[in-house]
């Protein structure tokens, strides 16, 4: 597993997997049992939109973790997962130490630490010194049309990530049905520390060669942002045309998801 | 990564794998399958059919793993799993279709013609990838 024989990374990532998945069945399929495990979080709408966009993340480093299971280790993927869940570790803390302690419910950022060293181990025990060596080519392929595919993900987690300090609210304001409060700007804030994880690992990717790994992190993700996306729209329940933005971001990621995989997989 | 040898049967796997997920989700979103309820002219789903709709949910979402499993490896190592799927989907088909005979006023089309996509789709795979078992019609 992992290709490796080293337990010790092996029973790391099984932490890891174990509480990814947790995290991303609850989230996605059962999205009040959270609500009803956190007083702070309100029932309505607006949680439940965040909290199934949460699990369809997850399910995303989980299915990272599922390949690295099966093609070995990966640096790109820990370039993504060790500051994604650093973020989260102070996310959970920010947002448990500012409420009452009445209303503080410790578990998530606890699990959230523990998946943050974890993948530490996991890495440095896997993978050795942290080291940024280059690439033949830039992305680390000839290909073209990967190339621009690339170029234009890592510019749109960058442009994400402006609109944000521009306007920490734009995201809740632009999208009809969501409702401004606390705990959604909250989560709006973390939709933001996904964009830097993201960032993160595609820079690393544009210097030491794209990742087979993360190409499928992103295409379960944005495969199943697509389907909920078109759920959404045959429900009938998107208001005043939607997110037009989102809309586009979500068809873009599906589209350049699928031109990742499929040039790609023939060589891993 | 694919090993499934033939491209035509790559697509075609591909977008029956895109459609078991969106019903999966469908079905596993009290509201979303409320709404399909509501666009097939049935009345309204209380609580226990919305539990068997959730059910359903699952199963379109291991159907969706099955589907992607079969990808990523040889097709001479998923032959009985073609063979299964082909009958599944003909058997949906064919209770797609009385469900439309027998419909009193407006059909809800959508089920049908997705059932019978799929049943066509999975037949032409399984004679693409040389899965057919004894003899057969030869032109689908």
Redesign the interface.
């Given at each position: 597993m992992f290709k490796t024989d080293d337990k010790v990374v092996q029973i790391c990532l099984a932490i890891s997997y174990a509480i990814l998945a947790m995290y991303a069945f609850i989230n996605f399929?059962n999205p009040a049992y959270i609500i009803d495990q956190y007083p702070s979080l309100e029932s309505n709408d607006t949680t439940i939109f965040f909290l199934i966009w949460y699990g369809m993340m997850n399910f995303g480093a989980v299915a990272g973790l599922v390949y690295m299971g099966y093609k070995g280790l990966d640096r790109a993927y820990f370039a993504y997962a060790i500051p994604l869940s650093l973020l989260f570790v102070w996310w959970g803390y920010s947002g448990q130490a500012s409420l009452e302690a009445d209303e503080q419910r410790w578990a998530a950022t606890i699990l959230f630490a523990v998946n943050f060293l974890a993948l530490v181990i996991a890495r440095i025990r896997g993978l050795g010194a942290f080291n940024f060596d280059k690439a033949d080519t830039s992305w680390g392929t000839d290909d073209k049309i990967v190339k621009v595919v690339l170029y234009l993900a890592i510019i749109g987690q960058v442009v994400f990530i402006i609109q944000y300090f521009v306007n920490p609210a734009g995201f809740i304001e632009q999208t009809p049905g969501l409702e401004m409060s606390d705990t959604a700007q909250r989560f709006a804030d973390g939709l933001m520390y996904f964009a830097v994880a993201w960032t993160i690992t595609l820079l690393y990717q544009f210097r030491c060669g794209y990742s087979?790994t993360m190409i499928v992190t992103g295409l379960v993700i944005s495969?199943?942002f697509f389907?909920?996306m078109?759920?959404f729209q045959?429900?009938?329940?998107v208001e005043d045309g939607g997110n037009a933005q989102l809309t586009a971001v979500v068809i873009g990621n599906f589209v350049g998801s699928l031109i990742l995989f499929f040039r790609l997989?023939?060589q891993? | 990564m694919i090993k499934l040898e033939d491209k035509v049967s790559v697509v075609i796997i591909c977008v029956i794998t895109f459609m078991a997920i969106f019903y999966s989700f469908m079905f596993l979103s009290d509201n979303f399958a409320a709404a399909f309820m509501e666009r097939s002219g049935s009345p309204a789903p209380n609580e226990t059919t919305l539990f068997w709709m959730g059910s359903w949910g699952f199963i379109y979402l291991s159907l969706a793993v099955g589907n992607i499993i079969s990808l990523l490896v040889p097709a001479s190592e998923s032959r009985t799993y073609f063979r299964a799927m082909t009958f599944l989907a003909f058997v949906s088909f064919l209770r797609a279709l009385g469900n439309a005979i027998i419909a009193e006023g407006d059909v809800f089309l959508p089920p049908l013609i997705a059932s019978f996509i799929v049943a066509v789709a999975f037949s032409v795979v399984l004679s693409r990838t040389k899965s057919r078992a004894g003899a057969h019609f030869g032109w689908l």
């Open positions: 399929f087979m495969v199943m389907a909920m078109l759920n045959a429900s009938g329940v997989q023939s891993h | -």
